[in-house]
């Protein structure tokens, strides 16, 4: 079985919210059904439906607090990844990499000694935006008007390429996307989108966004969700006719998974376990194995090897 890298998940929030494990649960992922599905890294978003800065950074640090409970409670099971030198990990052992990730930076604000000390408490992942404009830069559910980046936000992206911070532009304005790739020298990532052109949601990326992507040298993963994959019910094969027009347009190299597990309930799959029989559906797409492996873990790695400091 090739291991996999999912390059988001809400799980984190969902379980601090209920007080249940991350171990064993009834949600979309735990380690335990993880494992056997051969997930070998998994991101884990920290998110706050909060708008101002500093209660949505009280939600945060509780969630960071579960996050590091899991992670003692679990060492058997887990590891975390701080730096370029934990990736080498990835492939030497049974245990799952844990990599923390912002969804969505209103905890930030104006504060740079924030975005620093969230730094310092593990964060090695960041999403401006969750949706909505904020004070670093638009949101793609404010369409046309949510414009770009804001200073503070340009000020943000420089500081997160020089602490060696991954970009996540899932959720943001086109403008700001735009604009961020220009301002960031490193691989970027859209963890959870899909192709605009297969099914017309407003999350999506268009042609023009998946092709400066492709520029940059990033990636987007995938995403689960099922009106982000086709307008009505959608299905597995629905889901990989995304993979398979992305990978025509700009390569198979930019291609990942991202399942946006417990972010939603209206998933393609059924939960973590069923990642298990989605190599032999790429197969049965026209997939090479060697594209599969790439898709499944090796673009991952890249993007993450390329943007990560060495700790």
């Not at 940059?216 to 307008?231: E, P, R, W, Y």
């Not at 390569?251 to 990642?275: I, M, Q, R």
């Amino acid at each position: 079985m090739l291991q996999i890298i999912d390059l988001h998940c809400d799980t984190i929030s969902e379980i601090t919210a209920s007080n249940e494990a991350l171990l064993s649960n009834g949600r979309h992922f735990d380690l335990l059904r993880a494992k056997e599905a051969g997930i070998c890294l998994q991101v884990f978003a920290l998110f706050s439906s909060s708008r101002e800065a500093d209660s949505s950074l009280r939600e945060i640090l509780i969630q960071i607090d579960k996050f590091y409970q899991e992670l003692e409670q679990n060492s058997s099971h887990v590891f975390q990844i701080l730096g370029s030198n934990d990736l080498q990990r990835v492939d030497q052992t049974d245990k799952i990499a844990c990599l923390l990730h912002l969804e969505g930076a209103e905890a930030v604000g104006n504060d740079l000694a924030i975005f620093r000390q969230l730094c310092r408490m593990g964060l090695r992942s960041i999403g401006l935006t969750w949706n909505y404009s904020n004070q670093l830069a638009g949101g793609i559910a404010e369409g046309g008007n949510a414009g770009g980046l804001t200073c503070q936000g340009k000020r943000i992206l420089k500081e997160m390429e020089q602490s060696g911070i991954l970009l996540d532009l899932s959720h943001i304005s086109e403008e700001a996307f735009f604009e961020a790739l220009e301002c960031y020298n490193k691989p970027a990532m859209v963890t959870h989108a899909n192709a605009r052109a297969v099914c017309n949601h407003p999350r999506n990326l268009s042609d023009k966004q998946l092709k400066l992507l492709a520029e940059n040298g990033g990636i987007i993963g995938l995403n689960q969700v099922a009106h982000f994959i086709k307008a009505g019910k959608a299905t597995l094969e629905d889901f990989l006719n995304h993979a398979v027009y992305i990978s025509d347009l700009i390569g198979v190299k930019h291609l990942a998974l991202g399942s946006d597990f417990d972010g939603t309930d209206s998933l393609v799959l059924p939960g973590v376990e069923a990642y298990a029989t989605l190599e032999q559906s790429l197969y049965k797409r026209g997939f090479l194995p060697q594209e599969v492996e790439m898709i499944f873990q090796q673009n991952a790695l890249r993007v993450m090897k390329g943007v990560l400091n060495a700790l």
